[in-house]
């Protein structure tokens, strides 16, 4: 469609056709305000804040839902758009219960922040102190119905970007609340816990637990990073304050997820109960002892040395490839990773975002890759695109497959794939081959392999490329990161080795096996890059200080006493 | 011209909006050039003289028939009448109890609290005010000509209130001097 004029406030511009008043506004760099709008989602015009006066039309017109036309005249400043936006402004804090002086979210309120712009220095209208609940049943942020404005975001972002629609609303008018699922606690629902609601709800409605009161939006910074929870590697936002970080959003900027985080990114690391290693700390007798940098290194140096050259250094794929390349080349002995290996060429999680048909095979993608289950989840729900579960086994995807087969019942499938437009083929270390065997038998369909770990890629580029091979070694290195734990296979070989150092960001598990614990970095504390899936090289950046060595800088010494 | 005369009194409240109009420190010295305190509820005067005065400042809520008096007399007594205060503007705080019947909140306040003796009992007389079944603002009860929010309001922002009113002008608060919290 060709462009059309507007004027906007008396300038004239022109835009495409087909786009919003309040794209149009954008582009031509006039600030309109919003509440419901969100660029993510699609617009409903539920909060009225964005009203805009447009010549030829009878009444004020929410911008964020109507279309332009070729030679529109809007005006945004006029004092019936001023008056009428204080007047949206006065219904939404006559309608519940909004206290700015004890709510967790003043100064990051977007209601607050317009209310404070349109000047409001009382409140107009009478208020119904309506008896709402306070919906705190799970586990990592809590819904308050008392400042919800009813804009739908969390609705909508649910629905249409992580495709499990848990949320809705009930009832209509003042009555209309925001449930999950038929009504049922939100802990209780089928709530997956990604936060992804809670990180676009524009008041205090929704909470974050870990960073309530801990900084509003003017005293806290933000660093852009990679999130080093799986191999899908998406873009994080760590949300900082006086040297912690107090909250972790999804980067709305950053493929492959474009804003989207799992329970994993986004509060897995706030929440891990365990202690962290902050001092390096050697065995002593039944005990620990802490010990200087120096000695603790001297240490680990002396007991790997003891084992000759038979030495086996396993690395946690949350290891950025700086590491990679530090430990292949400053270590002696053989190097291995942790977790499985999966090296296959895969392509973007993009490209499930063109998929006709899933082929999921063997992966459970709501466990292990979750943000990837997003893309399936929606596809289904808003593209017409269908899922084919090819495993064996219970999966958390199968109440959206139409069909699911055995791993050894795939070729009886093959039709169906080969039918599809776009079949994508999603998969992970656990049934590869099956997966390859049916990438093999259907050419047109495109591959998405998600390795264990994060890194595993880059690791395998650096030159770590074998995966965990039984063991045999006399004496270890575990390089072990944020990792939570190892397989039984793994424990098993470290308890019977002559000696254990570990690099780690917590003691537990490690502490049964290890005789030297180094503290590691988390992905907060430390910088670098990672290798996703896809092969995209993407950027790890240290939000916070960590008081210690590097994790480059540990190697590279360890390495150096070795040599 | 003589000093603008200025009467002062609190509802429910904490007392920490007067307590940021003392925060205005030294500016006080300035204030009292031009500005006479005849009543306040930290000076000798508490009350409003039937006379009136210029400027009256109310902070708090309305809680009960004995404020709704005060703030009346206030608003009878005073030409410009001040709302300091997220309570006196919006209820604020004091509205917490509006989500509650009053009986519960008395038996809460006089009967369950952690650090009562057992068997208190609410206290009943006739001279006790009696509590409303609704916290209100001070708006709705009387008319109010300028709204100072704020949880206190900054020492500021009753500064600024105050010589803009001396100056003849309305004070129209803006970005830091507006706040709720």
């Given at each position: 469609m060709p462009d059309v004029r507007v004027t906007i406030d008396g300038a004239e511009g022109s835009v495409p056709a087909g786009i919003t008043v309040l794209e149009a506004c954008r582009k031509l760099g006039i600030e309109v305000p919003t509440l419901c709008d969100h660029p993510a989602i699609a617009p409903i015009g539920a909060c009225r804040i964005c009203l805009v006066e447009i010549e030829k039309q009878r009444a004020l017109q929410p911008a964020c839902t109507f279309p332009v036309s070729d030679g529109m005249v809007v005006h945004t400043r006029s004092d019936r758009v001023a008056d009428a936006r204080r007047f949206v402004l006065q219904l939404l804090f006559s309608e519940r219960n909004h206290f700015c002086m004890f709510c967790q979210m003043s100064g990051s309120c977007d209601l607050q922040d317009l209310a404070y712009d349109y000047g409001l220095d009382h409140w107009e209208f009478d208020r119904a102190f309506p008896r709402l609940g306070v919906d705190a049943s799970r586990e990592f942020f809590v819904m308050d119905h008392n400042r919800c404005i009813l804009c739908r975001r969390c609705v909508r972002v649910c629905d249409e970007l992580v495709g499990n629609a848990t949320l809705g609303v009930k009832h209509r008018g003042a009555e209309t609340m925001i449930i999950a699922d038929m009504d049922v606690p939100f802990g209780d629902s089928s709530c997956i816990s990604c936060g992804t609601c809670l990180q676009v709800c524009p008041t205090g409605a929704l909470g974050d637990r870990a960073?309530?009161?801990?900084?509003?939006?003017?005293?806290?910074?933000?660093?852009?990073?990679?999130?080093?929870?799986?191999?899908?590697?998406?873009?994080?936002?760590?949300?900082?304050?006086?040297?912690?970080?107090?909250?972790?959003?999804?980067?709305?900027?950053?493929?492959?997820?474009?804003?989207?985080?799992?329970?994993?990114?986004?509060?897995?690391?706030?929440?891990?109960?365990?202690?962290?290693?902050?001092?390096?700390?050697?065995?002593?007798?039944?005990?620990?002892?802490?010990?200087?940098?120096?000695?603790?290194?001297?240490?680990?140096?002396?007991?790997?040395?003891?084992?000759?050259?038979?030495?086996?250094?396993?690395?946690?794929?949350?290891?950025?490839?700086?590491?990679?390349?530090?430990?292949?080349?400053?270590?002696?002995?053989?190097?291995?990773?942790?977790?499985?290996?999966?090296?296959?060429?895969?392509?973007?999680?993009?490209?499930?975002?063109?998929?006709?048909?899933?082929?999921?095979?063997?992966?459970?993608?709501?466990?292990?890759?979750?943000?990837?289950?997003?893309?399936?989840?929606?596809?289904?729900?808003?593209?017409?695109?269908?899922?084919?579960?090819?495993?064996?086994?219970?999966?958390?995807?199968?109440?959206?497959?139409?069909?699911?087969?055995?791993?050894?019942?795939?070729?009886?499938?093959?039709?169906?794939?080969?039918?599809?437009?776009?079949?994508?083929?999603?998969?992970?270390?656990?049934?590869?081959?099956?997966?390859?065997?049916?990438?093999?038998?259907?050419?047109?369909?495109?591959?998405?392999?998600?390795?264990?770990?994060?890194?595993?890629?880059?690791?395998?580029?650096?030159?770590?490329?074998?995966?965990?091979?039984?063991?045999?070694?006399?004496?270890?290195?575990?390089?072990?990161?944020?990792?939570?734990?190892?397989?039984?296979?793994?424990?098993?070989?470290?308890?019977?080795?002559?000696?254990?150092?570990?690099?780690?960001?917590?003691?537990?598990?490690?502490?049964?096996?290890?005789?030297?614990?180094?503290?590691?970095?988390?992905?907060?504390?430390?910088?670098?890059?990672?290798?996703?899936?896809?092969?995209?090289?993407?950027e790890v950046r240290g939000a916070v200080a960590f008081e210690g060595l590097s994790d480059v800088t540990t190697i590279e010494r360890l390495g150096a006493l070795l040599s | 011209m003589g000093k603008v005369t200025l009467c002062s009194d609190w509802l429910d409240v904490c007392s920490g909006c007067h307590m940021s109009l003392l925060d205005i420190d030294e500016r006080i010295i300035e204030l009292v050039k031009h500005v006479q305190l005849l009543s306040t509820p930290v000076t000798d005067l508490k009350h409003p003289p039937e006379e009136g005065c210029d400027v009256g400042i109310l902070t708090g809520a309305v809680s009960n028939d004995h404020q709704e008096e005060v703030a009346r007399r206030m608003r009878e007594r005073c030409k410009v009448l001040i709302a300091v205060g997220d309570c006196a503007v919006t209820g604020g705080i004091c509205t917490m109890r509006n989500f509650f019947d009053v009986e519960e909140v008395l038996r809460r306040g006089y009967v369950e609290t952690e650090s009562t003796d057992e068997g208190q009992e609410v206290p009943r007389s006739e001279e006790i005010a009696k509590l409303f079944p609704q916290v209100k603002a001070v708006n709705q009860v009387v008319k109010v000509d300028l709204h100072i929010p704020g949880c206190p309001p900054p020492a500021d922002a009753l500064w600024y209130a105050i010589t803009e009113l001396l100056a003849g002008r309305t004070p129209v608060l803006t970005d830091d001097l507006l706040t709720y919290d």
């Open positions: 960073s309530a009161y801990m900084g509003a939006t003017d005293e806290i910074s933000r660093v852009k990073s990679t999130c080093t929870g799986c191999s899908v590697g998406c873009g994080v936002e760590l949300v900082v304050r006086q040297g912690r970080v107090i909250r972790v959003e999804g980067d709305w900027d950053a493929p492959p997820s474009d804003g989207l985080l799992c329970e994993v990114g986004r509060f897995g690391l706030q929440h891990d109960k365990r202690r962290r290693a902050r001092n390096p700390r050697m065995r002593q007798g039944d005990g620990w002892v802490e010990a200087s940098w120096d000695d603790a290194l001297a240490a680990a140096a002396k007991g790997l040395a003891a084992a000759g050259g038979d030495i086996c250094t396993l690395v946690s794929s949350t290891a950025t490839n700086e590491m990679g390349v530090a430990i292949a080349a400053k270590l002696p002995g053989i190097k291995q990773q942790l977790g499985a290996v999966l090296l296959d060429d895969s392509a973007g999680l993009a490209a499930m975002d063109e998929a006709d048909l899933f082929v999921v095979v063997g992966a459970d993608l709501t466990v292990d890759h979750q943000v990837a289950s997003f893309s399936v989840k929606r596809g289904v729900r808003h593209r017409g695109a269908r899922l084919m579960l090819v495993c064996d086994g219970d999966n958390g995807l199968a109440p959206w497959a139409f069909k699911q087969v055995g791993l050894d019942e795939a070729a009886s499938v093959l039709d169906v794939i080969k039918g599809a437009q776009a079949p994508v083929i999603v998969y992970d270390a656990k049934a590869a081959s099956a997966a390859r065997a049916i990438a093999e038998a259907v050419p047109a369909a495109k591959c998405v392999a998600f390795t264990d770990g994060a890194n595993t890629k880059g690791l395998a580029a650096a030159g770590v490329a074998e995966a965990f091979a039984g063991g045999g070694a006399k004496a270890y290195l575990v390089v072990a990161g944020e990792a939570k734990s190892a397989s039984e296979r793994v424990m098993a070989v470290l308890e019977k080795a002559e000696f254990v150092a570990v690099q780690a960001s917590y003691a537990e598990p490690w502490a049964k096996v290890a005789d030297v614990i180094l503290p590691m970095p988390t992905m907060w504390e430390k910088s670098g890059t990672i290798t996703s899936a896809d092969g995209v090289q993407r | -």
